[in-house]
């Protein structure tokens, strides 16, 4: 696969954002995994409604102007919830860092997914918040210019945690302003107890099963969505990630249907 790794500035709403992109240039040899298909099957159908949306010249690469459809698939949450590794895992990737003991990703870091030839998806992680205040104030301002120009917004919650009062507060006032493209991923199934620590986790248990039926409708009532808005899974054990792929697809091409996706790019 060919892949090309840039810094770029984009301006949302008059301010400059630095954005590190990653190119992929080969989208069908983007991944092994099967999931992925669902978003190359429908490549017909996004490719379609994508054009019909605004288009932007580019004229990075070979100096003359180019015409480039994109459309902008956002992962937000709490720092430690999972963003970047589910990217690497929904992607095949190890473009964006992880870390078990700090925030590592500070800015935007985009993968830009190639499903036509100038067609393409870009799915963006974004630094977590709650980690302090200070932080946070710069990152929501950041949320919110980039979630206006967002087609799917995913919002990550751990699974094997307690207390989402931070989550709330700003799961309520994006889905206030996007209702429709929004959904949660609840990552982090395989640390819902009871947690076997011997065996290699390959899927629930008929224990845990159950106590991740509870935890969606804990959540489900808390955030007061649909329990189809609410996809369990498990990034590393890249377990129920077809699910993530499934709903973004579904939330993409729903959006793109009602014409609430009018701008594509910034
Ligand atoms: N057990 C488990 N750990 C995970 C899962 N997803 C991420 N992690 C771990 O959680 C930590 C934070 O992940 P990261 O992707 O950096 O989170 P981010 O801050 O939201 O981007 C890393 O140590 C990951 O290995 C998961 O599904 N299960
Ligand atoms: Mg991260």
Not at 68 to 81: K, R
Not at 203 to 209: F, I, L, N, R, S
Request: charged letters at 30%.
């Amino acid at each position: 696969m060919t892949t090309k790794r840039i810094v770029r500035e984009k301006t949302i709403n008059k301010k400059k954002i630095r954005v590190n992109v990653v190119h992929r240039y080969r989208s069908d040899k983007l991944s092994r995994l099967e999931y992925f298909e669902s978003l190359r099957n429908q490549k017909e159908q996004i490719t379609k409604k994508i054009s019909n949306n605004k288009l932007f010249s580019w004229r990075e690469y070979s100096g003359l102007p180019r015409t480039i459809y994109c459309t902008n698939i956002l992962f937000v949450g709490q720092t430690g919830t999972g963003k970047s590794s589910t990217l690497n895992h929904l992607l095949n990737d190890d473009y964006m860092a992880t870390s078990d003991y700090e925030s590592c990703t500070k800015t935007v870091n985009s993968s830009e997914v190639y499903i036509g030839k100038e067609c393409y998806i870009s799915f963006c992680d974004m630094p977590g918040i709650g980690e302090n205040q200070e932080a946070d104030k710069h990152y929501l301002e950041l949320y919110s210019r980039m979630t206006e120009k967002s087609d799917v917004i995913v919002y990550l919650l751990s699974a094997d945690k307690r207390d989402y009062a931070i989550d709330l507060k700003e799961f309520r006032s994006l889905k206030r302003r996007y209702s429709k493209k929004i959904f949660i991923g609840l990552n982090g199934i395989d640390k819902i107890e009871p947690i076997s620590r011997v065996a290699e986790w390959t899927g629930p248990t008929e224990a845990q099963q159950i106590n991740i039926e509870r935890k969606v409708e804990d959540i489900r009532k808390l955030f007061r969505v649909k329990k189809d808005d609410i996809i369990p899974f498990s990034a590393i054990c890249d377990y129920k990630l077809e699910d993530i792929a499934r709903k973004i697809t579904d939330t993409l091409l729903i959006n793109m249907q009602s014409g609430i996706v009018k701008k594509i790019h910034f």
